[in-house]
């Protein structure tokens, strides 16, 4: 199946700082979507983002589906951004074997 | 629109019994898929159901089973729990089989 390659593993930033996270994945897909897991658990919806650029607030997410990246870019980090986040893709063709995810990465902001 | 709801929230099971979980999807989603949750392997699927045929099923046992009711509500139900069965379980809901909203998950400990 569709491997999805996550990194870095871990992040520890100072509030304010900017961070990039990398999301590599094996074979075309149909849909990519970037999640906040918060501590709780639940999966927070970022970006669906097959391909090309999106913004949201001090969030943005860039696709380049034809070499299988995404990035995820975090600016004027906050307290509140920590956590782990997912990259999860679906291969094209029907979407058949559910999301797969990455290993996720863990942001932790610092004060 | 009210987001997708998972019941119960917390359960504990003893080893050998069983449990069903519930979730109900966004208004209007047809497709509910299950998802799994371990530190160890991570986040996996578990199957996908849409009007009520399960369409789409991830690399797990047979004890592991699910339907879906004509209102889109769906039910998972794993037999002959075992330890390794402990986790956090999402339920998502969609459109198509595209961008996912998550619930909140159930967490199910057994002893």
């Known amino acids: 199946g569709i491997q999805v390659e996550q990194s870095p593993p871990d992040l520890i930033l100072q509030e304010g700082a900017n961070s990039t996270l990398r999301c590599n994945f094996s074979?075309?897909?149909?849909?990519l979507q970037w999640f906040h897991q918060n501590p709780w658990g639940q999966l927070i919806n970022l970006f669906y983002i097959p391909s090309g650029t999106k913004q949201n607030g001090r969030l943005s997410a860039t696709t380049v589906a034809t070499e299988r990246y995404s990035l995820l870019y975090i600016s004027s980090s906050q307290t509140t951004d920590s956590g782990v986040y997912f990259c999860?893709?679906?291969?094209?063709?029907?979407?058949?074997?559910?999301?797969?995810f990455g290993k996720g990465t863990h942001l932790i902001i610092q004060p | 629109k009210a987001g997708v709801t998972q019941t119960p929230r917390y359960l504990i099971k003893t080893r050998g019994q069983q449990v069903t979980l519930s979730c109900s999807p966004i208004?209007?989603?047809?497709?509910v898929s299950w998802y799994q949750q371990t530190p160890g392997q991570g986040l996996q699927f578990l199957f996908e159901y849409f009007s009520e045929t399960q369409r789409n099923k991830g690399n797990f046992p047979g004890r592991f089973s699910g339907r879906q009711f004509s209102n889109s509500r769906s039910e998972m139900n794993v037999s002959t729990l075992e330890l390794g069965d402990s986790a956090l379980y999402l339920c998502?809901?969609?459109?198509?089989?595209?961008?996912?909203?998550f619930g909140p998950g159930t967490r199910l400990t057994v002893t």
């Open positions: 999860a893709v679906q291969p094209s063709g029907g979407g058949a074997d559910g999301l797969t």
């Open positions: 074979d075309s897909v149909n849909n």
């Open positions: 998502a809901s969609s459109e198509q089989t595209y961008e996912q909203y």
């Open positions: 208004s209007g989603h047809r497709s």
